[in-house]
């Protein structure tokens, strides 16, 4: 993709015009031009020159995103330097806002003047000074007034008559052909009026006099370059979150090259580098913490406001802020593929495309301009023919030239697109796309991984079960010790635990592992023990009022590990993966959206059930590998809009199929680049308010559409006097009435676009309900209900045809899902396994075979891993 600046657009005609001219160029796939942001995004093989050459053949201005060549401005009429990047982009919307303020004052000063002398006398009894009472000077004056007005205004004529040679008029073409109607018609008025003079007629000058438009010809290109001046000021505010993450772009870095200390340009920091932050100063590039703790705000990237402590090891992201301490950091990240460049450059393409919403309006914007010089033309025509005079006529046609708005059109879907990606960027949901932001709004099935997705991907400890309760201390300290030594997911669990309760362990002595069993170690001459249940049946004594105890917490998904002090069982700590603290209320607040949840897992049936029940999904389809969630997608794409939100490798496919992809931002790089939308901070929550947050733009993109066509099919016939003619209305519109609305009906596009600044992403009391319906909902549920049959189907391959053949194998040993997995690779690593089902709740192993294999062969493979088969059915 490759991405340009396109400048002297100034409605949506031109828009359409670049698009249709680079769009037919050999070798572009699709191109997509942005009257917001002057940009042109083109994807393809064509070459730079070749795309610069049809745009500035077009009649308009090129800038080269990558070299920052200089081109020609077409907006100010001069030679200027632009910059290649979005920081140039701001500026150059910046001196384009100051260009018009001063073009638009020096207008309105000679304009003063012009209307002082045309209508003053009439409108506020004044006289004028004799020299100017005679009929021939004061039209001389007007003249040379309305000349310097059209002067300053060159750039709509240049454009204008510039885009009627190239048979493509735009709204420049109209303000230029209405202004220089009227001063036409005016020049002619003039040299009436030194006829009638020349052959004395007094009277008749006089008469004539009244029928002078220069004041028109003047005025039409002053409001038009207000409204112009209006609309540049409400376009740079709907890019202000643009802006705002641009100026956390830092400049400089204090770096420690051998030994000594350099303040250096941003743009030499390198990989690897040293670099040093005091309080108060902002984070240059991504990093990690050599030494040092502080407090880091990260509120501009995540929108998160309370600081997060940082200490040796810990992350760091550029464009954030150290709040206390003084730290040393190592580069990772630099220049463009820094966290901030990123997300500036997410937020900057999702501006720059289009959305599908548009596509009507870039259709009647193709045709709209010729369309309304046909309408001028024909009012023009049937007034005069109606008996009116020639000064009637004309001004009815001049009337539709400029009351007409083009640009209303052009940019009812990009302000809002830019706003509603402006409020999700200051939230930390990032839309890489338009068509993302669309599209979040329609979903109507909302599929989502568990681990690290609706979990927090990390075991702790849920439960304490002593046998007897005055022992719980001892249980604690007893667990904190022994699992200290362990490497097992498991284990750290409990060490963390330990560490948040202060609970300090004492020195075990002989540590040991119990392949399949648990681990072991001395203290004072007594053994100790963490183990499974299995081991603890076998070897210990224990209290089967106890263990019944304990089932439920394992149908609740969760892995009980047993502690024993020499003979005593002191009793179990129950660890499993934690449900996000707000992932309840997301559900929540997508049931009520109307959205259908699904949770995909590779997780055994009774621990996704049991996260699924706790967190309220609709649908949990587990033990599904990576290729079975992307099929799992594909089917349920049957039923409606599907997104799907993961965070790891495994989800990466199963994100592309999907309608929509939404990565969560502390996911991998593979996930995020897989994904549509990335949540930032990481919260289910975000969920539901980036599709609350689509639903507001496309509603603000319904409005702005309305107003945009209901403004032109109301105005134009109002001013060729179809309703006059129709309900006999004694109404005849003034062409700088109508330049006045033409001026302030994109204004108000831009405003009403503004107004999603207010919007509040967590707000759920005006969420609809939109969604699947209930009978597809009950076909759904349905199918996915036959487990087996819906299995079968997803994994689309031989054993679908072929006679299943399934062994059933009792295996002691195994403790925890760690062992499962290790069990099922052995099993699947087998020739003629199709694959296995492991419990280590149960001691089982369900082995489905593609061909006959023996038994001896099975238990081989498990005993090699340590573990013992006492019975194959």
């Given at each position: 993709?490759?991405?340009?600046?396109?400048?002297?657009?100034?409605?949506?005609a031109c828009?359409?015009?670049v698009?249709?001219?680079?769009?037919?160029l050999?070798g572009?796939?699709?191109?997509s031009?942005?009257?917001?942001?002057?940009?042109?995004?083109?994807?393809?093989?064509?070459?730079?020159?070749?795309?610069?050459?049809?745009?500035?053949?077009?009649?308009?201005?090129?800038?080269?995103?990558?070299?920052?060549?200089?081109?020609?401005?077409?907006?100010?009429?001069?030679?200027?330097?632009?910059?290649?990047?979005?920081?140039?982009?701001?500026?150059?919307?910046?001196?384009?806002?100051?260009?018009?303020?001063?073009?638009?004052?020096?207008?309105?000063?000679?304009?003063?003047?012009?209307?002082?002398?045309?209508?003053?006398?009439?409108?506020?009894?004044?006289?004028?000074?004799?020299?100017?009472?005679?009929?021939?000077?004061?039209?001389?004056?007007?003249m040379?007034?309305?000349?310097?007005?059209?002067?300053?205004?060159k750039?709509?004529?240049?454009?204008?008559?510039?885009a009627?040679?190239?048979l493509?008029?735009?709204?420049?073409s109209?303000?230029?052909?209405?202004?220089?109607?009227?001063?036409?018609?005016?020049?002619?008025?003039?040299?009436g009026?030194?006829?009638?003079?020349?052959?004395?007629?007094?009277?008749?000058?006089?008469h004539?006099?009244?029928?002078?438009?220069?004041?028109?010809?003047?005025?039409?290109?002053?409001?038009?370059?207000?409204?112009?001046?209006?609309?540049?000021?409400?376009?740079?505010?709907?890019?202000s979150?643009?802006?705002?993450?641009?100026?956390?772009?830092?400049?400089?870095?204090?770096?420690?090259?051998?030994?000594?200390?350099?303040?250096?340009?941003?743009?030499?920091?390198?990989?690897?580098?040293?670099?040093?932050?005091?309080?108060?100063?902002?984070?240059?590039?991504?990093?990690?913490?050599?030494?040092?703790?502080?407090a880091?705000?990260?509120?501009?990237?995540t929108?998160?406001?309370?600081?997060?402590?940082?200490?040796?090891?810990?992350?760091?992201?550029?464009?954030?802020?150290?709040?206390?301490?003084?730290?040393?950091?190592?580069?990772?990240r630099v220049?463009?593929?820094?966290?901030?460049?990123?997300?500036?450059?997410?937020?900057?393409?999702?501006?720059?495309?289009?959305?599908?919403?548009?596509?009507?309006?870039?259709?009647?914007?193709?045709?709209?301009?010729?369309?309304?010089?046909?309408?001028?033309?024909?009012?023009?025509?049937?007034?005069l023919?109606?008996?009116?005079?020639?000064s009637?006529?004309?001004?009815?046609?001049?009337?539709?030239?400029?009351?007409?708005?083009?640009?209303?059109?052009?940019?009812?879907?990009?302000?809002?697109?830019?706003?509603?990606?402006?409020?999700?960027?200051?939230?930390?949901?990032?839309?890489?796309?338009?068509?993302?932001?669309?599209?979040?709004?329609?979903?109507?099935?909302?599929?989502?991984?568990?681990?690290?997705?609706?979990?927090n991907?990390?075991?702790?400890?849920?439960?304490?079960?002593?046998?007897?309760?005055?022992?719980?201390?001892?249980?604690?300290?007893?667990?904190?010790?022994?699992?200290?030594?362990?490497?097992?997911?498991?284990?750290?669990?409990?060490?963390?635990?330990?560490?948040?309760?202060?609970?300090?362990?004492?020195?075990?002595?002989?540590?040991?592992?119990?392949?399949g069993?648990?681990?072991?170690?001395?203290?004072?001459?007594?053994?100790?023990?963490?183990?499974?249940?299995?081991y603890?049946?076998?070897h210990?004594?224990?209290?089967?009022?106890?263990?019944?105890?304990?089932?439920?917490?394992?149908?609740?998904?969760?892995?009980?590990?047993?502690?024993?002090?020499?003979?005593?069982?002191?009793?179990?700590?129950?660890?499993?993966?934690?449900?996000?603290?707000?992932?309840?209320?997301?559900?929540?607040?997508?049931?009520?959206?109307?959205?259908?949840?699904?949770?995909?897992?590779?997780?055994?049936?009774?621990?996704?059930?049991?996260?699924?029940?706790?967190?309220?999904?609709?649908?949990?389809?587990?033990?599904?590998?990576?290729?079975?969630?992307?099929?799992?997608?594909?089917?349920?794409?049957?039923?409606?809009?599907?997104a799907?939100?993961?965070?790891?490798?495994?989800?990466?496919?199963?994100?592309?199929?999907?309608?929509?992809?939404?990565?969560?931002?502390?996911?991998?790089?593979?996930?995020?680049?897989?994904?549509?939308?990335?949540?930032m901070?990481?919260?289910?929550?975000?969920?539901?308010?980036?599709?609350?947050?689509?639903?507001?733009?496309?509603?603000?993109?319904?409005?702005?559409?309305?107003?945009?066509?209901?403004y032109?099919?109301?105005?134009?016939?109002?001013?060729?006097?179809?309703?006059?003619?129709?309900?006999?209305?004694?109404?005849?519109?003034?062409?700088?009435?109508?330049?006045?609305?033409?001026?302030?009906?994109?204004?108000?596009?831009?405003?009403?676009?503004?107004?999603?600044?207010?919007?509040?992403?967590?707000?759920?009391?005006?969420?609809?309900?939109?969604?699947?319906?209930k009978?597809?909902?009950?076909?759904?549920?349905?199918?996915?209900?036959?487990?087996?049959?819906v299995?079968?189907?997803?994994?689309?391959?031989?054993?679908?045809?072929?006679?299943?053949?399934?062994?059933?194998?009792?295996?002691?040993?195994?403790?925890?899902?760690?062992?499962?997995?290790?069990?099922?690779?052995?099993?699947?690593?087998?020739?003629?396994v199709?694959?296995?089902?492991?419990?280590?709740?149960?001691?089982?192993?369900?082995?489905?075979?593609?061909?006959?294999?023996?038994?001896?062969?099975?238990?081989?493979?498990?005993?090699?891993?340590?573990?013992?088969?006492?019975?194959?059915?």
């Open positions: 993709m490759k991405k340009y600046t396109v400048t002297g657009m100034s409605c949506a828009q359409a015009r698009e249709k001219a680079v769009g037919k050999p572009v796939t699709s191109c031009v942005s009257l917001l942001t002057n940009s042109l995004i083109v994807e393809g093989e064509a070459s730079e020159t070749t795309i610069q050459e049809a745009v500035e053949k077009a009649g308009y201005g090129f800038v080269s995103e990558e070299n920052q060549s200089k081109t020609k401005d077409y907006q100010n009429g001069n030679r200027s330097s632009a910059g290649q990047n979005n920081r140039g982009q701001a500026s150059f919307s910046d001196q384009e806002t100051a260009a018009l303020k001063k073009r638009f004052l020096h207008s309105l000063l000679f304009l003063v003047l012009l209307m002082s002398l045309s209508m003053g006398p009439m409108l506020f009894h004044f006289s004028l000074p004799t020299v100017l009472q005679y009929p021939g000077i004061l039209a001389l004056t007007e040379l007034l309305a000349i310097i007005v059209m002067l300053i205004n750039k709509f004529f240049t454009s204008g008559f510039s009627l040679f190239h493509s008029p735009n709204m420049d109209l303000v230029a052909l209405g202004s220089t109607a009227s001063f036409l018609y005016s020049l002619g008025v003039l040299y009026i030194n006829y009638y003079l020349e052959i004395g007629n007094q009277e008749m000058a006089h004539i006099g009244h029928h002078l438009y220069f004041e028109t010809a003047a005025m039409i290109p002053t409001l038009i370059t207000l409204g112009k001046m209006l609309e540049s000021i409400s376009k740079g505010r709907t890019t979150a643009l802006q705002g993450l641009m100026n956390l772009s830092p400049k400089t870095a204090v770096v420690v090259r051998d030994g000594v200390e350099s303040t250096v340009p941003i743009e030499e920091v390198e990989v690897n580098d040293t670099f040093l932050v005091k309080p108060g100063e902002q984070i240059p590039v991504d990093g990690i913490v050599l030494s040092g703790r502080t880091v705000d990260e509120s501009a990237l929108g998160e406001s309370i600081p997060v402590d940082k200490e040796e090891g810990a992350k760091l992201s550029a464009g954030t802020l150290n709040r206390s301490g003084f730290i040393t950091g190592r580069a990772v220049g463009k593929d820094t966290s901030l460049s990123q997300i500036i450059e997410m937020v900057s393409n999702a501006a720059a495309t289009k959305a599908p919403i548009s596509r009507i309006a870039d259709k009647i914007s193709a045709v709209f301009v010729p369309f309304v010089m046909g309408v001028a033309l024909l009012t023009f025509f049937i007034v023919g109606s008996g009116a005079e020639f009637s006529a004309l001004s009815r046609g001049v009337a539709v030239l400029v009351i007409s708005c083009p640009c209303a059109l052009g940019l009812a879907t990009p302000v809002a697109i830019m706003v509603g990606n402006g409020v999700g960027a200051k939230n930390g949901i990032l839309f890489k796309t338009a068509s993302s932001l669309e599209e979040a709004g329609k979903i109507e099935i909302l599929a989502l991984d568990k681990t690290g997705t609706l979990t991907g990390s075991p702790i400890v849920t439960d304490i079960s002593p046998v007897k309760e005055e022992k719980r201390e001892v249980l604690l300290q007893l667990a904190v010790s022994i699992e200290k030594n362990s490497e097992h997911p498991l284990a750290k669990a409990i060490e963390v635990y330990g560490e948040e309760h202060h609970i300090s362990p004492y020195p075990v002595e002989d540590f040991q592992a119990m392949t069993h648990g681990v072991s170690a001395s203290y004072q001459g007594e053994r100790l023990f963490a183990c499974s249940e299995g603890v049946r076998e210990f004594s224990v209290e089967e009022g106890f263990l019944e105890r304990l089932d439920s917490l394992s149908k609740e998904g969760k892995t009980n590990l047993f502690f024993v002090k020499g003979e005593e069982v002191l009793g179990a700590i129950s660890v499993a993966d934690s449900l996000k603290e707000d992932a309840k209320d997301a559900i929540a607040e997508l049931k009520k959206q109307g959205i259908f949840t699904v949770m995909l897992t590779g997780d055994r049936k009774s621990t996704a059930e049991a996260i699924a029940k706790e967190a309220g999904v609709d649908l949990v389809v587990s033990e599904v590998l990576p290729d079975g969630k992307e099929k799992v997608i594909k089917r349920l794409q049957a039923y409606g809009k599907v799907m939100v993961g965070d790891g490798i495994n989800d990466a496919v199963a994100l592309t199929r999907a309608d929509l992809g939404i990565a969560i931002g502390a996911g991998t790089d593979v996930a995020i680049d897989a994904a549509d939308i990335v949540l901070k990481s919260k289910v929550l975000d969920i539901p308010r980036s599709i609350r947050l689509s639903r507001a733009t496309i509603r603000n993109i319904h409005e702005n559409l309305f107003w945009a066509f209901f032109n099919v109301i105005c134009i016939p109002l001013a060729a006097g179809f309703y006059s003619a129709v309900f006999h209305w004694n109404f005849e519109m003034n062409p700088m009435v109508g330049a006045l609305a033409m001026s302030l009906s994109s204004v108000t596009v831009c405003l009403n676009a503004l107004r999603l600044n207010l919007f509040s992403v967590k707000e759920a009391k005006g969420d609809r309900k939109r969604g699947i319906g009978e597809k909902e009950v076909k759904l549920l349905a199918e996915f209900s036959q487990r087996g049959t299995i079968n189907n997803l994994n689309e391959n031989k054993k679908q045809e072929e006679k299943r053949m399934e062994k059933k194998m009792n295996i002691t040993g195994m403790m925890c899902g760690h062992c499962e997995a290790r069990v099922k690779k052995a099993l699947e690593a087998v020739e003629g199709d694959h296995a089902e492991v419990s280590h709740e149960s001691g089982t192993a369900t082995v489905f075979l593609k061909k006959e294999v023996d038994n001896a062969t099975l238990k081989a493979a498990v005993e090699k891993e340590d573990y013992v088969v006492t019975n194959i059915e």
